[in-house]
C-alpha cells in the first residue's frame, strides 16, 4: 500500500451512486414487485393508441390489397399487390410524388436556413425577449385552414397584395396559383411562414445548451465571430438539426391542407392541372372524392415507404458523422 | 424498538455475476447505532435498502424484531428512512411532509399536528413549517429529513448517506447533533456512509463491507487497535496505517535494508504460507529512534498541519524493481519540526503497536 | 454522485427548465459569438422577421373590415375598417362558425384533458416503473411518432361509419385522446425531473402505488402537464386532415367550417377573412396570455426531445 492520502478526496471519489435503477429489478417474485403496475399505467394510452393508431396503420396495408371502395367498406375483393403496380404506373402518383419533392425542398431548406439564422438572432442579449419570441410563435398557432385561406388572398392574381406590390415595383402580375412553380413557391412560403418561428426557438434552445466555455476557448484561439458561428455553433447543433430536417421531411411528405384549401374552391385535384397536388391530397382524392379505398391505401403505405427511406438515411448519415467525430 | 438482524441476506443483481450483498449476517441490538461503511459498491447502500424493503432479498432472511420482513412492503415494515438527497415532497410543505407517513396512517389531524410541532421544536425548524423544502437551506432540509423520520416513531431508522451533501463544517457539527439526537430517543439506528471519520465517530459499532461481504464489525477502538485484515486496517483511520510486504527473515520482516523485529510465533504464521508477511503500523505509533535502531527512511515531503505535521517517507534502500510494494511510509510527529525532504531518519515501531497479516489471506494474525 | 436533480429543491427549478435561459443576463461567460449584445442590425433583422410573422394575420383583420371593393382598391387600405360585424354575420350567414367554435371548444378539450391523463401516466411508467417489454412498447410509441396521419384515416373511418359516427365529435375526439409524443415528452421530463428517491420516501412513508401517483408524481409532472396541455390544445385546435374527414359543415369544428367558408364557388374575399378572424381569434387570445409558457414549453421539448 501507498502513503494513505488524505481521506477526503478519496472519500469525494468514492461516493456511491444507489445503483441508478430505482424500482429494484427483480429475480425472485415476491410481494414487494411491483411488475404489474407498469401495465395498469400504460394501458389506458395502449388501448386508445391500439385501437385508433396500431390498428388502423396494419388495416390499411390490408386495405392497400384489396379493390374497395367507401360505399362497399365491409366486403372487397383481394387483388394482391394490383393497387400497387397501378400506383407506380399511374401519372398522377408520378406527378404528386415529384410535387411533394419540390414543393418539400422549397419548403424545408429555406426554412431551416432561415430559422438557424433567426435563432442565432434571437441568441444575442436582446430587450423584448419574451416579446420577439412569442412574435415568431405566432404563426405556427395559426391553423393550417386560416393561413391558407389568408395567404390565398396574399397570392391572388386580380387583387392579390402580392401582385400588388409587385405591380407598384414595376414588375408583372404573376399568376401565382395557374403555374408550376410560382403555385408550389406559394405554397411553400405558406409552410415556411407557418414553421420557421417554431423551429427558430428548437434551435434557440440547443444554442443555449452549448455551454459557454467553448466560445471563450474559440476566442482566445482567435476565431472571429463567423467563425465561431461556423465551427462552433453548427456542430453543436447538428443533432438538433437532423433532428428537424427529419421531422420537416415528414411533415412535408405528408403536405395536404395548404394545397387542398390554395385553389379556393374546395376541389382536390391540386390544381387545374395537378401544378400542386401531393401525395397527401392524392391519397384523399383517391379515397374520398374517387372513393377508391384500396387505391388510397396504397398511396398511404407509400408514403409511408418514402418516410421510412427519408428517416433510414438521416439515420446512416448521422451514425457516419458521429462515427467520423470519433 | 426493535432489533435488526441480516440472516445469509443475498442480493444479486440481475445481469450480475457477483452478488451485491453476499450472505450477510449481521445483528443490531435494540437501541443501538450501527454504521456500515465501506467504499463504492461495497452493498453498504444496497444492505439498506433491502431492510428497508426496496431491495429484492434473493436469499437469506431479513429480521426486525422477531418478524420476519423479508417479504414485506416497506410501509408494513414500520421504519423511517432518511435519503441521501433527503427526497423531500417538493410540493409540500415542511409541516407536510414531516406528516405526510401519519397522514396516509390514518393518525387524526390533532394528533399529526402535536407530533409535527413537537419534532420541530427538537430540530429547531418551527419557524419554517409552512416554508417549502425549496425555500430552506440545505442544512434546513437535511432536518426536515430528520423530522420526516423520527415524527413517526418508527422501529429503526434508516439512513443512507444523510450528511453527504453537506458542506465539510456543517456535516461535523450535524454529525454530532444526530448522534445526539438518535441516542436521545433511544431507536435502533442503522447507518450507511462512505466515510471511516463519520463512522467512528457516530457508530455503537461499526461494519466494513467490501465487494458485498462483511468484513469486520466491532466498535470504533476495536476497529482502530484491531483491524481484522489489511482492508479494514488500510481504511479505518486517516491518515491510513502503514502497511509494507516484505520477506520474513529470521527475527522479523526485511524492510528496506534492515529488519523490523517481530514476534517470532506471529512471524511464523504469518509467513507459513507465502514466506512474506505484511505488517502494519499508525503513523502516529512511530518513533524516532536513534541511528542503527529500528529502520531507515527518507523524507519525501514534510506537511506542517499545524497541531502535527505529516511526513511523507520511504524507505531507505527499498528494492527499486519491487513495484508492487512501494514501501511509503508515513509518520506523524511533532509540529514544526525541522526535519527537511531529502533528510534520513531511523524509525522504531513500540511492539505493542505492530499489526500482522498473512498476505496470502489478508487476516490479522494475534 | 447521482445527476438527479437535488429533490430539496423544487422540481421546476431544480431541472432545466428553458423558458427563461439563465444566460441573458450575460454576467459571466458569453463573450462569444452567441452571447454578445444585439446590435442595430440584429434588432432591425428581428423586427422584419416579426413583421413578416404578424402580418398576414394583421390582414386577415385589415382585410375582414373592409367590403371586397375596398380591399381591391390600389394602393390597398392599410388600416382596419367599419365593416368588420358586417363581413363577420355575413360569415356567420354562411358558415356555422359560431357551432364550430363551440365544437372546438369540446373537442379540443376533451383531447386535452384525455392526452395529459394517459400520456402522463404512461410517462411515468416509462420513465419510472420495471415491467417486462418496457423497452418494445416504448420503441413502439417512438416509432409510430413518425407514420403519417394518412396511414390510419381510411380504417378509421371504416370504424366511425360502422359506428355511426360520421359527423359526430367523439369521431374527431377518441382516435386524438392519446398521444406518442405525449409520452415520449411525459417520460423525458419524469426520468430527470423525478428522482427515484423520492418514490421511495413515498412507499417507505406507507403510500400505495396509487398515492404515490397522485400525491408525489402528479405535484412533480405538473409543469410538464401543462406544457404538454398548452400544445396539445393547439395541436388539437389546428387539426385538420381527420377533422374534415369525419365531419362536415352541419357540425364542423373551425378548421373544417374554414375550409368550408374558403371553397364557396362566390369569393368573397372580405367575408372570408371575417371568418378566418373569428376562427382564429380564440387561439390567438390564448396566445396573448400564454404566449411566454408556451414558447418556453417548445423549447424545453426540444431540449429534452
Known sequence: MTIASDSRPRAVALQPPPPAAAPPPVRRTTRLTRNRWGYAYVAPFFLVFGAFSLFPFLYTAWVSLHRTSLSNIDGGTFIGLENYRNLLQSEFFWNAARNTLTIGVLATVPQLCMALGLAHLLNYKLRHRTFFRTVMLMPYATSIAAATLVFAQLFGRDYGLINTALEAVGLERIDWEGGTWSSQIAIAVIVTWRWTGYNALIYLAAMQSIPGELYEAAEIDGASRWKQFLHVTIPSLRPTILFTVVISTIGAVQLFGEPLLFSGNGTTSGGTSGQYQTLGLLMYQQGWSNFHIGQAAATAWAMFMIILVIVGVNAVIGRLRARADR | MATVSFQQATRVYPNSERPAVDALDLDVADGEFLVLVGPSGCGKSTSLRMLAGLEEVDSGSVLIGDRDVTDSPPKQRDIAMVFQNYALYPHMTVGENMGFALKLAGVKKTEIAGRVAAAAKILDLEAYLERRPKALSGGQRQRVAMGRAIVRQPQVFLMDEPLSNLDAKLRVQTRTQIAALVKRLGTTTVYVTHDQVEAMTMGDRVAVLKDGVLLQCAAPAELYDRPANVFVAGFIGSPAMNLVTGAAVEGGVRLGGTVLPVPRDRLARAAAASGRVTVGFRPESLQLVGPGEGFEVVVDVAEHLGSDAYLYTRLAGADPDDALHPADVVVRTEPRSSVVPGQSLWLGVPPDALHVFDPATSQRVD | ?305
Open chain 3, 1 to 305: 454522485m447521482t445527476t438527479i436533480a437535488l429533490p430539496g429543491t423544487d422540481s421546476t427549478t431544480a431541472t432545466p427548465q428553458a423558458a427563461p435561459p439563465v444566460r441573458r443576463s450575460g454576467a459571466k461567460g458569453g463573450t462569444g459569438g452567441r452571447a454578445g449584445r444585439a446590435g442595430p442590425v440584429t434588432y432591425t433583422l428581428l423586427t422584419l422577421s416579426a413583421l413578416v410573422s404578424i402580418f398576414p394575420l394583421y390582414w386577415t383583420m385589415v382585410a375582414g373590415s373592409h367590403t371586397n371593393a375596398e380591399i381591391a382598391a390600389t394602393p390597398p387600405p392599410f388600416l382596419p375598417d367599419a365593416s368588420l360585424f358586417e363581413n363577420i354575420g355575413a360569415a356567420l350567414e354562411q358558415a356555422p362558425i359560431g357551432l364550430a367554435i363551440l365544437n372546438s371548444v369540446v373537442v379540443a378539450g376533451s383531447i386535452t384533458v384525455g392526452t395529459v391523463l394517459f400520456c402522463t401516466l404512461a410517462g411515468f411508467a416509462f420513465a419510472k416503473l420495471r415491467f417486462r417489454g418496457k423497452g418494445l412498447l416504448l420503441s413502439l410509441v417512438i416509432g409510430t411518432m413518425m407514420v403519417p396521419t394518412q396511414l390510419a384515416v381510411i380504417p378509421l373511418f371504416m370504424m366511425i361509419a360502422e359506428l355511426q359516427w360520421v359527423n359526430q365529435l367523439q369521431a374527431v375526439v377518441l382516435p386524438t385522446l392519446v398521444s406518442a409524443f405525449g409520452v415520449f415528452f411525459m417520460r423525458q421530463y419524469l426520468i430527470s425531473a423525478l428522482p427515484d428517491e423520492l418514490l421511495e420516501a413515498g412507499r417507505v412513508d406507507g403510500a400505495s402505488t396509487a398515492r404515490i401517483f397522485w400525491s408525489i408524481v402528479v405535484p412533480v409532472a405538473r409543469p410538464a402537464m401543462a406544457v404538454l396541455a398548452m400544445l396539445t390544445f393547439l395541436t388539437a385546435w389546428n387539426d385538420f386532415f381527420w377533422p374534415i374527414i369525419a365531419l362536415t359543415n352541419s357540425n364542423p369544428t373551425v378548421q373544417v367550417a374554414l375550409a368550408g367558408l374558403g371553397s364557396g364557388y362566390v369569393p368573397q374575399r372580405a367575408v372570408i377573412m371575417a371568418g378566418t378572424l373569428l376562427g382564429t381569434l380564440p387561439v390567438l387570445i390564448v396566445f396573448a396570455v400564454l404566449g411566454k409558457q408556451i414558447v418556453g414549453g417548445i423549447m424545453q421539448g426540444a431540449v429534452k426531445g
